[in-house]
């Protein structure tokens, strides 16, 4: 619990710190002040992102061959998984892995339970770049076109990003990684048990399923949307007067700048400074974007406790 206050805590004082930099002692005292009085929406938001978790989950379990994990457990190995790229010092890949785990424990073979995170992530990956291009798309709209092509950029990576995940699945990544345990394997036995074997062919058997892909693809759409809701929401509760395009906007930029720096635990920093631009572009102050993370982080921190607890629950330390 003290490693966690001590991360939401250098979270916090990285943005100040940021902010500093062109903002008055006044004016960071009145975003904090705005902060706190908005933090009366954590139940709301709580709510709202739960049902994006669930949409997430929905995607997940569509993928699995029958017989699946049930919705129940994907929507807590979901949880789980959000937990621990949040709040751990792991890359934001951490929670992929351990899921992965937790579901051969349930009987699920590893090279399944592995092709089916793969998958999703893919999805997910490419399910916001479809988002973000909706928001570019809207901020040329209320930009009137003149601030839109300042993220044509951050759009070229995501598809970039996303295009060379799935072709390095195509083009042996997967039979590399299966190589590469089976040599562990043999080198301590006392691994063997995490094959990797079949994963290319447990993949690639899932993107033959084009309907379900469709279906699974729209869900996750379906979730990164109502993260607009959970925006404006936010924004309203900071005295900030937007409108739900500008909520879109400032959504799918933001959290496009977060998704970038999933390299940093928890983008720390990365996600305040993308939502402060964000903010910007769509023509509000950078306070009220930099005092919306703050808040989405307060989100963050009380679901993640709920998804570690979860994982301690289940053995997915041990």
Not at 155 to 161: E, F, I, Y
Not at 173 to 192: K, N, S, V, Y
Not at 219 to 241: C, D, M, N, Q
């Amino acid at each position: 619990m003290r490693g966690l206050l001590l991360m939401a805590l250098a979270a916090v004082l990285a943005a100040g710190m940021g902010w500093t930099f062109f903002a008055t002692w006044a004016d960071i005292a009145a975003m904090g002040a705005g902060v706190l009085g908005a933090l009366w929406t954590l139940p709301v938001l709580i709510g709202v992102h739960l049902i994006q978790l669930l949409l997430s989950s929905l995607s997940w379990w569509l993928l699995f061959a029958r017989p699946a994990p049930s919705i129940v457990t994907c929507f807590r190995l979901r949880l789980i998984r959000e937990g621990i790229d949040s709040l751990l010092p792991v890359a934001q890949i951490g929670g992929e892995v351990i899921v992965a785990r937790m579901l051969t424990k349930r009987g699920i073979e590893a090279a399944q339970a592995g092709s089916g995170v793969i998958v999703d992530v893919s999805l997910e990956v490419l399910s916001q770049a479809v988002f973000l291009l909706s928001g570019i798309g809207v901020l040329a709209l209320v930009a009137d076109g003149g601030r839109s092509t300042e993220w044509f950029g951050t759009l070229a990576l995501a598809a970039v990003a996303a295009g060379g995940f799935l072709l390095a699945q195509r083009f042996g990544l997967l039979r590399l990684l299966e190589m590469l345990t089976d040599r562990i394997a043999r080198q301590f036995p006392g691994l063997a048990n995490v094959s990797l074997t079949g994963l290319h062919a447990g993949v690639a058997a899932v993107y033959r399923r084009g309907r379900v892909l469709s279906a699974a693809t729209l869900l996750h759409v379906l979730s990164w949307s109502l993260g607009t809701i959970e925006t404006w929401i936010i924004l309203y509760a900071l005295g900030v007067p937007a409108s739900l395009p500008q909520a879109l906007v400032i959504e799918s930029l933001g959290m496009a700048a977060r998704t970038a720096g999933f390299a940093i635990p928890g983008a720390l920093a990365v996600q305040e400074g993308g939502f402060a631009l964000a903010a910007l572009s769509a023509g509000l102050p950078e306070s009220a974007g930099l005092s919306l993370s703050l808040v989405k982080r307060a989100r963050e921190i009380l679901v993640g406790l709920a998804g570690m607890v979860l994982a301690w629950l289940g053995g997915g330390f041990r």
